[in-house]
Nanobody, 122 residues
Framework: QVTIAESGGGLVQPGGSLKLSCVAS????????WIWYRQAPGKERDLIAN???????IYADSVKGRFTASVDNDEHTVYLQMNDLKPEDTAVYFC????????????????WGEGIKVTVSS
């Protein structure tokens, strides 16, 4: 079984920064890709960033140039550095490890973090 723990959310003023982290633990062989989503109140969950184990990343236009996703493969961890935060960035942020290969299993799996709240307000 794999669990993912998110941290780093909270309240920040417009223009401020936060760094989110997701740490996966369990019988993990390799996490090939991490995806960050966010869900604002009353809205659908949106993909905002994708980073592979090699470090390649893509971003939604809404966060491009302000957010940076990075990985630590040895620690099964993904980060989301968020700079120049705006009120419209207020949402619950989710990390998604997909795909994941486990020790002793050939199949690939995916796992979600529980979500962490980010509020941008003065």
């Amino acid at each position: 079984q794999v669990t993912i723990a998110e941290s780093g959310g909270g309240l920040v003023q417009p223009g401020g920064s936060l760094k989110l982290s997701c740490v996966a633990s369990g019988r993990i062989w390799r996490i090939y890709s991490w995806i960050w989503y966010r869900q604002a109140p009353g809205k659908e969950r949106d993909l905002i960033a994708n980073v592979t184990s090699s470090g390649s990343s893509i971003y939604a236009d809404s966060v491009k140039g302000r957010f940076t996703a990075s990985v630590d493969n040895d620690e099964h961890t993904v980060y989301l550095q968020m700079n120049d935060l705006k009120p419209e960035d207020t949402a619950v942020y989710f990390c998604h490890a997909d795909p994941v290969s486990l020790l002793y299993y050939q199949a690939l799996y995916d796992y979600w973090g529980e979500g962490i709240k980010v509020t941008v307000s003065s």
